[in-house]
């Protein structure tokens, strides 16, 4: 199997080269040349088979046989070794929750995937990850690539921006983990990353990649829980059509789900719902593509005003835009009906959501279920955004991490400047 580049389909790399690279040779987010029909056997019979098991029957169609099967299953195995629960919050209403993971969010899918694989091709030659957070994509790093062999980490996140709690996951590991706060804004940290990627110099002297979703082994392994839902839903007898809401930044897990969609997962529409960084919604009303200046909310994961992935979604449909809207529906939720959302399921049903399942949830409750069913993905534990939850609801909520601030920080502060930035890096070597 081959991945070509958006750019150019000409332009391929393996699955190692492409995990390596992050992005092609020319600049182009890589796509796989082929997806691959999951056969019906299989998807008729998912309930008989293990989160491995189905983890295995989808990777192995895209790492092809760049690792070899064995190896793969362990690395498999390691991916997945956490739940996937879904809970009805209301009738025909589900929380598809993707937060058992060790830093609970869905990201420690996809961290977990890609360092597994970096690891099993170590060449004793230093792998440099460079990683630009706005929390959840940190903390997953930190921990997947933790002691990892040959491979230093530089997570750089944006001062007094980030919450308490993704600050204690990012910052207390140490050794090959180098928590970086900048003083500046998430752009601040995203530009710097990106200049080094950019920089000729840099990278004749050192070699780095990236653990954001453009890299394929972050993106595509989140495809699975997709087919994992199909198994739980299976063992709850659902049948009926399935809608599926994704609260979106980056527009990563989305498409992984069309992914899913592409190998046969049968879903009726998928809801992309954003905060009020809204320019895939506004696109889909005007036709213009114009991003603004992103704007912080309480779901800080989705503070993206130029989704990386959203290519690989045009691409999906052929660049046939009606298509693409026929599929998706996008839906803008501002911060008032966030909080509302969050207060309301409360007192309902007495479940706890995070910011970011809220926004899936008003984005899944404003279309017209009929008698299909409606699944938001739950991406994170509320428990990562105690402080906007706190000031929402007056709960206490249980942490599962027990984390606490005694265990030391490894932090190093920087200025947004590019030279000190890199100057760490060299000297970290
Ligand atoms: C990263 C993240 C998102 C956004 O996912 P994308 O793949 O960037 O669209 C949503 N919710 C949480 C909790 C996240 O950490």
Not at 285 to 298: F, S, V
Not at 405 to 416: F, R, T
Request: proline fraction near 3%.
């Amino acid at each position: 199997m081959m991945f070509y580049s958006l750019n150019n389909t000409q332009e391929k790399s393996n699955f190692k080269e492409a995990i390596f690279n992050s992005l092609a040779g020319d600049g182009g987010l890589y796509f796989p040349e082929r997806i691959n029909k999951l056969s019906v056997d299989f998807l008729n019979n998912i309930s008989n088979y293990n989160n491995y098991e189905i983890g295995y029957e989808i990777m192995k169609n895209f790492v092809g046989n760049s690792i070899n099967s064995s190896d793969l299953v362990d690395i498999i195995q390691k991916t997945l070794n956490f739940d996937f629960k879904l809970y009805e919050v209301e009738k025909n209403i589900f929380s598809y929750e993707l937060f058992h993971g060790p830093t609970l969010a869905f990201k420690d899918v996809g961290a977990n995937f890609l360092a597994n694989c970096l690891e099993y091709y170590s060449d004793e030659k230093i792998l440099n990850i460079l990683v630009a957070t706005s929390g959840d994509t940190g903390a997953a790093v930190a921990n997947s690539f933790y002691n990892k062999k040959d491979i230093n980490v530089y997570v750089l996140f944006p001062k007094n921006k980030i919450s308490d709690y993704q600050e204690r996951q990012i910052t207390s590991k140490g050794d090959n983990i180098y928590p970086i706060e900048i003083e500046g804004n998430f752009d601040d940290c995203q530009s710097l990353v990106k200049r080094a990627f950019k920089d000729k110099n840099l990278r004749s002297q050192i070699r780095i990649s990236s653990a954001n979703s453009i890299n394929i082994g972050r993106w595509l392994p989140q495809s699975i829980y997709y087919f994992i839902l199909l198994k739980e839903l299976s063992k709850i007898n659902i049948n009926n059509k399935i809608n599926i809401s994704v609260p979106s930044g980056n527009f990563g897990n989305i498409c992984a789900g069309l992914i899913a969609m592409k190998m046969g997962l049968n879903v009726n529409n998928f809801i992309a719902a954003t905060n009020i960084n809204d320019t895939i919604p506004r696109y889909f009303k005007t036709g213009e593509y114009t991003p603004k200046k992103t704007i912080r909310t309480i779901s800080n994961a989705m503070d993206v005003s130029d989704p990386n992935n959203f290519p690989r979604i045009e691409h999906i449909f052929d660049n046939n835009f009606q298509a693409l809207k026929n599929k998706i529906r996008a839906e803008k939720v501002d911060e008032e009906e966030t909080k509302n959302q969050i207060k309301k399921t409360y007192c309902k049903s007495k479940y706890i959501l995070d910011p970011h399942g809220a926004v899936g949830l008003v984005g899944l409750s404003r279309y017209n279920l009929k008698n299909e069913i409606g699944i938001f993905l739950e991406t994170a534990h509320p428990i990562k955004f105690r402080d906007s939850i706190t000031e929402i609801l007056d709960v206490n909520i249980d942490d599962p991490l027990k984390l606490t601030n005694e265990c030391g920080s490894h932090k190093i502060a920087l200025k947004n400047n590019y030279s000190d930035f890199i100057e760490f890096i060299k000297q970290s070597q």
